[in-house]
């Protein structure tokens, strides 16, 4: 394990471009560990875990495979090296709300037309594990299945797009660069490629271009391929040349399409979008986000997020919470930025932007292979859809971990979930087209 103490000096390697008189260059930045100290340590994968698993071929280079999410989608962090940022020291409260919510009492149905509760469907079908459900900021209803409780930390997998996105809001907002600068001005390794002059807009609406660098399809389909899975270390630290996205990015010399006219999922764009954050802030992307998100939220308890070799996070999908945190972030994206006691944390301005959208994103989402999921569009690493005749802002994780904000009614809907499928039709029309409406509905 490595920790942070006030006698210890970690050199993070966070190689970042900085302009002077209309140059870049690249810089090595060395952090001061003292305010990190505080607040961030790093932490070795649990190797007394894995050698306990290694007898039934469980392992590092496994731990996702359907078989497994059941068990390693809790503490998930046990099976990578990872920073945990310490919960804020002015934590919100829970308030139980006058309404409630009864699951027993919905009667729905599955796909193939089978008549059930709402709490079948979401426990037995789809492997949710837990729901926290807050309207007007008060908790109208939680649950907490297979052996887990409010103290439970769960993987929240690409959901973690929408907290990256939000701290490169904040970023954009403190002036440390701009949506519209040129890739290539913060990732110098994107010169030559098919994105290094195009706008970061566009890695913020997965609207850049590329293609997929791999010919064999990884076990994620078409969201990226196993050169980027190694090299930033999603499945512990492989043997690989790549060291992290920076050297992935220089590959990226084939088109998709047309740069920002089609909304194609890759996880490489949060990627890129993490690393643009760091180095234009000049610090280690956890300690700015504990700073301005985990902090100044009131978020209640500690979170983890993996980290590559040079200790770099893996921004698109790694982030391990509680579901009471989870849908903490969803309340201030619906409270126009504001934490429960008022505090700005996210910019209301650039928060009012995605939820308008515009004529570009609608069109790309059009093109996308997500358009018959529903009506609405993708922009800044959110889902902005109209499910049961309501527009809900959505963070999503592939295997429904999601948060859903309406701001008609104020309600937040936050789900941890270990569907065993990444990505299903099946479970994406159970959550979105049956759970989220008729759940909102429910509440009295």
Same mark, same amino acid.
């Given at each position: ?66 078989? +497994? ?6 503490? #998930? ?30 009667? #729905? ?84 490629? @098919? ?23 990884? @076990? +994620?389909?078409?969201?990226?391929d196993t050169s980027m899975e190694n090299a930033i270390s999603w499945k512990g630290h492989v043997d690989s040349e790549w060291v992290g996205i920076k050297d992935y990015t220089p590959h990226l010399t084939k088109l998709s399409y047309e740069q920002g006219k089609k909304f194609e999922y890759h996880s490489y764009n949060t990627e890129a979008l993490g690393l643009v954050t760091q180095r234009a802030v000049g610090k280690h ?60 944390? @996210? ?98």
């Amino acid at each position: 394990m490595l920790k942070h103490n006030s006698k210890v000096r970690l050199k993070q390697i966070l190689s970042f471009s900085a302009t002077a008189l209309g140059t870049i260059a690249a810089c090595s930045l060395f952090i001061e560990t003292g305010a990190l100290a505080e607040n961030v340590t790093f932490h070795k994968e649990d190797t007394e875990l894995l050698e306990r698993v290694a007898p039934l071929g469980i392992s590092q280079a496994n731990w996702d495979s359907n078989e +497994y999410t059941s068990m390693f989608f809790i503490d #998930t962090h046990r099976l990578s090296e990872h920073a945990r940022i310490k919960a804020s020291t002015n934590p919100r409260t829970f308030e139980k709300s006058d309404k409630s919510l009864d699951l027993s009492s919905i009667v #729905t149905q599955d796909v193939d037309g089978s008549e059930l509760t709402m709490e079948e469907l979401l426990r037995d079908r789809i492997h949710n594990r837990s729901m926290v459900v807050l309207q007007d900021g008060k908790l109208v209803h939680e649950h907490y299945w297979s052996g887990s409780d409010e103290n439970t930390m769960g993987l929240i997998m690409s959901a973690s797009k929408s907290f990256t996105s939000s701290l490169a809001g904040i970023a954009q907002s403190e002036g440390y660069f701009k949506f519209t600068d040129p890739i290539e001005k913060w990732l110098p390794e994107a010169k030559g490629t @098919v994105i290094g002059p195009y706008p970061i807009q566009y890695l913020s609406d997965m609207r850049s271009g590329f293609a997929l660098i791999d010919e064999t399809e990884n @076990v +994620y389909g078409d969201d990226w391929d196993t050169s980027m899975e190694n090299a930033i270390s999603w499945k512990g630290h492989v043997d690989s040349e790549w060291v992290g996205i920076k050297d992935y990015t220089p590959h990226l010399t084939k088109l998709s399409y047309e740069q920002g006219k089609k909304f194609e999922y890759h996880s490489y764009n949060t990627e890129a979008l993490g690393l643009v954050t760091q180095r234009a802030v000049g610090k280690h992307w956890t300690e700015y986000f504990h700073e301005k998100i985990w902090e100044k939220g009131q978020f209640t308890s500690d979170v983890t997020i993996f980290v590559d070799k040079e200790q770099n996070v893996v921004a698109s999908g790694s982030m391990v919470m509680t579901n009471r945190d989870f849908a903490n972030m969803g309340d201030i994206w619906l409270n126009d930025g504001k934490s429960q006691n008022g505090t700005q944390v @996210v910019p209301k301005e650039w928060l009012d932007a995605v939820w308008a959208g515009n004529d570009e994103v609608r069109a790309a989402f059009l093109k996308g292979k997500e358009a018959s999921l529903a009506e609405g569009f993708y922009k800044d690493q959110f889902r902005v859809l109209n499910l049961g005749g309501k527009d809900w802002l959505l963070a999503i994780g592939v295997n429904g971990q999601v948060i859903a904000v309406e701001k008609e009614s104020k309600t937040v809907i936050a789900m941890l979930g270990n569907y065993n499928l990444p990505s299903s039709p099946r479970m994406a029309a159970n959550i979105f087209h049956n759970a989220i409406p008729k759940i909102e509905a429910a509440i009295k």
